[in-house]
């Protein structure tokens, strides 16, 4: 099954576009920006227009033959590979039909990130389920390490594994599940975040105070200190949506393993926290927070 993953992964990362950037130094500031090169429509703003009017030649699109995000379809731009053909511009149309809608490319984010993982419930629901049995399970699986402590010879090993196999059958345990719904949302995020930044629209617009291409850094050095709100929010939503992935494990190497994990990828989102756009900070809350809901319902046991 592993080696099946492996390969799937690896398949999709071949299929996987990116988003190209080309880099405008300003003479006045003495800074440089960095702005997306294969758009998949043409910026609102007169200013940004005009960056990428004259810029053409560092695009990778013909610009002038480019919708206005307003009309943007499925199909625009024609196709570009699998990937960004059948995931990156049905999300990014999908947001920006949303947006119309509502009014609000903030808030059309918001939507999709909640479709998203509304999508995905049956999968993430399983990946919780299981974490609260692997708890239910821990007394087991803490008497089965202090039984076999220290026995390390090729018949033990066997004897344990098949003992911890009888345990996840017990309290109805499978792992793989968990590893199922981490490797289908992976691809999803990638084709959001692409989707996202392909699109000027969606870093242009506000959301209440907050602009949609501003990182929480840009942010605050401009005096806006309303973006510490959603650096709190990137914060304590991932906290409390990792703390129910430190499953319980009757080995203390893998305890050890994932708190160590859990540590580096909170302190990894914390920095990066600071640089993350508005539009892509508000689909990581939206995302954390409905894991954190979800969580909390099943551990009541009301799902």
Do not use: H
């Not at 010879?153 to 017990?170: A, H, N, P, R, T």
């Not at 990182?215 to 929010?233: D, S, V």
């Not at 900070?281 to 954190?292: C, H, K, M, Q, R």
């Amino acid at each position: 099954m592993k080696k099946k993953i492996l390969i799937i992964t690896l398949a999709l990362l071949m299929l996987c576009g990116c988003t190209k950037r080309f880099t405008l130094e300003n003479k006045e500031t003495e800074t440089k920006k960095n702005y997306v090169s294969n758009i998949l429509c043409k910026p609102e703003s007169e200013d940004l227009q005009k960056i990428y009017f004259e810029n053409k030649s560092e695009l990778l699109v013909d610009y002038d033959k480019l919708p206005q995000c307003k009309n943007l379809k499925i199909n625009s731009g024609g196709y570009e590979g699998l990937w960004t053909t059948l995931f990156v511009k049905p999300l990014a149309w999908v947001i920006v039909k949303i947006g119309l809608l509502v009014k609000n490319n903030g808030l059309a984010i918001m939507i999709v990130g909640l479709i998203l993982r509304a999508a995905l419930l049956p999968l993430s629901l399983k990946s919780a389920n299981m974490n609260e049995n692997l708890q239910k399970a821990q007394k087991d699986l803490e008497k089965l390490e202090r039984k076999y402590k220290g026995k390390e010879d090729k018949d033990s090993m066997m004897l344990k594994s098949q003992e911890m196999l009888m345990i996840y059958k017990k309290y109805n345990i499978n792992p793989m599940s968990s590893c199922l719904f981490a490797f289908l949302q992976l691809p999803i995020f990638f084709a959001f975040l692409e989707a996202v930044y392909r699109v000027p629209a969606f870093f242009e617009n506000n959301f209440l105070v907050f602009n949609l291409g501003t990182t929480p850094l840009e942010g605050i050095l401009n005096g806006n200190y309303w973006y510490l709100i959603l650096l709190a929010l990137i914060v304590l939503t991932t906290y409390f949506s990792f703390k129910n992935m430190n499953t319980a494990s009757g080995d203390e190497m893998q305890q050890k393993q994932m708190k160590m994990m859990s540590t580096f990828m909170m302190i990894f989102i914390c920095i990066a926290s600071f640089s993350l756009p508005t539009s892509i900070a508000l689909y990581w809350i939206v995302s954390s927070g409905f894991t954190v809901v979800q969580n909390l319902i099943v551990k009541r046991g009301k799902m």
